[in-house]
Each structure stands twice: as C-alpha cells, then as structure tokens.
Nanobody, 115 residues
Framework: QVQLVESGGGLVQAGGSLRLSCAAS????????MGWYRQAPGKQRELVAR???????NYAESVKGRFTISVDNAKNMVYLQMNSLKAEDTAVYSC?????????WGKGTQVTVSS
C-alpha cells in the first residue's frame, strides 16, 4: 500500500504562485511515475504534470511554461511549482503514483485562484 499526502494548496490571487507538495510513503525510486491531476467543479479530471523514473516530464498544454514538476528523492517528495496562476487553474489537485501496475492517489488539496 502506497500513501500519498498533499499539502500546499490555498487561495491566491491571479498572477501569483503556489507550490504543492506530495509526500510518498515509499521510496521514490520504487515508483515508475508520479504526477498531479486536477479536477474543477463540473469538469473531468485532467493530467496536469507527470514525471517518470527516468525524469521525463509531461505537462498539460494549459500549464506549459507556468508549472514545473520536480522530485526530491532523498525526502520521497514530489512538488508542483505553479506560477502565473489563472482563475481557470482553480481545482482540487491530487497527487498520484504508479507502482507495480497500480495507481495510488492522495486525497487532494484545493487550489483557488481569485481573479
């Protein structure tokens, strides 16, 4: 069983920044890929950013150039640095990990961007 705990969400004005953190209960080296999804009210969940064990990253087109995903292997943490936030970035952001052919999810953290 893999546990993921997110933190760092909150309320921020448009144009501001937030950094989300996700703590994994196992070594990052054991995880094939990790990332962040988000779900806004009335919308489908969408992939925001993903990083693989080989450090390949992928981003949603809507966040490219504004968001950066990174990992700290020593702390078993994955981060999402979000800059130039827009009202449309408002959503619940969830951390996920793909381990041994299974998906694991955190409970999510709310990000609200006021315009």
């Amino acid at each position: 069983q893999v546990q993921l705990v997110e933190s760092g969400g909150g309320l921020v004005q448009a144009g501001g920044s937030l950094r989300l953190s996700c703590a994994a209960s196992i070594s990052i080296f054991s995880i094939a890929r990790m990332g962040w999804y988000r779900q806004a009210p009335g919308k489908q969940r969408e992939l925001v950013a993903r990083i693989t064990s080989s450090s390949t990253t992928n981003y949603a087109e809507s966040v490219k150039g504004r968001f950066t995903i990174s990992v700290d292997n020593a702390k078993n943490m994955v981060y999402l640095q979000m800059n130039s936030l827009k009202a449309e970035d408002t959503a619940v952001y969830s951390c996920y990990a793909y381990v041994l052919a299974r998906d694991y999810w955190g409970k999510g953290t709310q990000v609200t961007v006021s315009s």
